[in-house]
């Protein structure tokens, strides 16, 4: 899409109203909200729903017979229908409700792994990976006797793919790649990483964590294998998450915990396992986050993710212009396909100092490493300082970041 400023079809005024947060007073300053990232702030419909549930409808599902408990149900399956269509799975039980990414890769490291990884078998990861998508693996490869394989990135932060192609041989079992990287803002081109894994036979994890709140996703068009993000990075609650896995594979695969509600029968003898989603969801699930995050699901679609995608990229690009022209300051991944994430180092001053400074004018980035050491290791620096953006942020805001830096600046010469 490529529609003039003029068109944009976000009303950022009324949006800003549907997050009450957005109007809170830091130290005295509007808040400036720049650690989309890392969480994302949530609007009226999510936390009306949350109220909702535990004031009208609370029950634990799947077991009781009461209109309550039938109710939670509903609502709880009703929103796992809402996030089948959102990323176009093709059935309700490919949808497994986690506590988020890192629960999602756990489960499929430690399931995947259990079944079909080998000794001498090979896993290969990214080098931009979050460490969610680098420890599990590391753990399930030492236990099963498998090998991490990681395809480099060069200077912009962008994969090597011709690496990637040579990482990848018969012991390949597995591909799990991260979609946005959340410290470089890399968008990766998943689908021909996926062809190729494909071509190779390979299966793929794609970690969707950064990228769902951004642009489109579409599971049976990627054909990957499978899917993980996390509801608060779109709007919805903590504590819960999706995992996509294609049925076929899922069904193949061995339980990750064992529980309540995964079960079909029990004899101290012998237990066989409840059919897809259940075999994945032992215990009581966070029924209130679930609904909530099909509330999150509701209210992005109600925007459009082509429109968020498009107004995110223009805010990214006067961003980037105003930080390339701020004198010693280096921006930290440069790929040709970016979203919306500003990671930056400034001659003279800790990443944790500018942090500390911008809060004090009432924005909010993060800084560290962004679990993500190895990256930092690649550009030989300690940490960034990282403003990341969402469908409601303005570039007026992206003018107070600025201004904020050149504060910082005064303050270390
Ligand atoms: N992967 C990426 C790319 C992320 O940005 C994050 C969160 N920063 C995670 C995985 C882990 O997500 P969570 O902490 O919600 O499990």
């Not at 609904?291 to 805010?315: C, R, T």
Request: glycine share 8%; with cysteine.
């Amino acid at each position: 899409m490529n529609i003039p400023e003029n068109k944009i079809l976000i009303d950022i005024e009324n949006i800003r109203k549907d997050f009450p947060i957005l109007s809170t007073l830091v130290h005295g300053k509007p808040l400036v909200y720049l650690d989309n990232a890392a969480t994302t702030q949530k609007p009226n419909a999510v936390l009306n729903m949350q109220n909702v549930y535990y004031k009208e409808q609370n029950a634990n599902i799947h077991r009781g017979v009461h209109h309550l408990s039938e109710t939670a149900t509903f609502e709880y399956e009703k929103a796992r229908g809402k996030i089948k269509n959102f990323i176009n799975a093709a059935d309700n039980k490919e949808i497994i409700f986690t506590a988020g990414t890192t629960a999602g890769i756990n489960l499929v490291a430690h399931s995947f792994g259990k079944t079909f990884l080998k000794a001498g078998d090979e896993v290969i990861i990214s080098a931009m990976e979050h460490h969610s998508n680098i420890v599990p693996w590391q753990m399930i490869c030492e236990e099963q006797g498998a090998h991490l394989r990681i395809i480099p990135m060069n200077d912009e932060g962008e994969l090597l793919l011709d690496e990637y192609k040579k990482l990848l041989t018969p012991k390949t079992k597995i591909v799990s790649v991260v979609y946005i990287s959340n410290s470089l803002g890399t968008v990766n081109p998943v689908k021909q990483i996926v062809e190729l894994a494909h071509r190779n036979g390979s299966k793929v994890l794609i970690d969707g964590a950064q990228a769902v709140a951004h642009t489109k996703v579409d599971v049976r068009e990627l054909d990957c294998d499978f899917f993980v993000f996390s509801g608060h990075k779109i709007f919805g609650p903590t504590g819960v998450g999706v995992l996509y896995g294609k049925a076929s594979l899922l069904e193949q695969m061995k339980p990750y915990q064992g529980g309540g509600d995964m079960i079909l029968s029990v004899t101290f003898e012998k237990t066989t396992f409840n059919d897809l989603p259940y075999k994945f969801e032992a215990g009581t699930p966070n029924i209130a986050g679930v609904i909530g995050l099909g509330a999150a699901i509701d209210y992005i679609n109600s925007i459009g993710l082509d429109a968020v995608e498009e107004y995110e990229q223009s805010l990214l690009e006067y961003g980037t212009g105003l930080l390339r022209a701020v004198k010693g300051l280096r921006l930290i991944g440069t790929a040709k396909a970016k979203a919306g994430i500003l990671s930056f180092v400034l001659e003279n001053a800790h990443p944790h100092d500018i942090g500390t400074i911008l809060d004090r004018q009432g924005i909010a980035i993060r800084t560290g490493h962004h679990c993500t050491q190895p990256v930092m290791q690649r550009f030989g620096i300690p940490a960034t300082a990282r403003a990341s953006i969402s469908f409601y942020n303005t570039k007026a805001e992206l003018d107070v970041l600025v201004s904020g830096i050149e504060k910082v600046k005064e303050i270390f010469g």
